[in-house]
């Protein structure tokens, strides 16, 4: 397992992947936005650290394309955006297995906002944020489940203080909730150990 799960701050993939490294760049989640500027911040991040970006549509690929570009990449990043949104393209794909598959192997799969929420055991606490009537072909709530515990990003925002303290007082007693601020990086070893490090806004 070779994982790194970030709110923004992208600088600790330096660490872990070499300049001119291929990226497969997943930009789905950010596909119920009018206006998904963050999905562009990420690939000017990543475009600046001198890395390799090939896009992975998963939206309007098939899976076999899907599987071929996983399997020519060397880490795969998954951009923000709506999570129950992002689930349900994935699911629609059929890919859940390689999703998983890819995660467990020894490339290094980087998970940020949604990205990294996918990770989770389930999506329920999520609501809060998401809009999941943006992904009304999605069955179920559950997760990739790669993770024992609940990835709440972003933590720390003024504007969304009051809906951690919801999911933190709702869930507390049910799931492990990890809180991550934006200049801080998940580094995660094996599904419920894992290092809170720093990382730098590139």
């Not at 600790?12 to 001119?20: A, H, P, W």
């Not at 600046?48 to 939206?59: G, P, R």
């Not at 999570?83 to 629609?92: E, G, P, T």
Request: overall charge negative; some cysteine.
């Amino acid at each position: 397992m070779n994982t790194l799960l970030l709110s923004k701050n992208l600088g600790i993939i330096k660490n872990y992947l070499t300049s001119g490294s291929k990226i497969g760049f997943v930009p789905t989640a950010g596909e119920t936005y009018d206006n998904p500027w963050f999905v562009v911040e990420d690939r000017q991040r990543l475009n600046k650290m001198n890395y390799n970006i090939e896009d992975i549509d998963i939206t309007n690929l098939d899976k076999t394309s899907i599987k071929n570009k996983l399997n020519e990449i060397d880490a795969l990043f998954v951009s923000g955006g709506n999570v129950f949104y992002l689930m349900q393209q994935i699911r629609k794909k059929d890919i859940v297995e390689e999703f998983i598959n890819f995660i467990n192997s020894d490339k290094l799969y980087i998970g940020t906002s949604a990205g990294g929420c996918i990770c989770s055991p389930t999506l329920e606490p999520y609501k809060a944020f998401d809009n999941i009537d943006d992904a009304k072909d999605l069955l179920d709530l559950n997760g990739l489940k790669i993770i024992d515990f609940i990835l709440l990003p972003h933590y720390g925002k003024e504007k969304y203080l009051h809906l951690y303290d919801d999911i933190i007082n709702q869930y507390k007693d049910k799931y492990e909730l990890v809180t991550l601020h934006d200049n801080e990086a998940i580094v995660l070893k094996s599904n419920n150990e894992y290092d809170i490090v720093s990382s730098d806004l590139i």
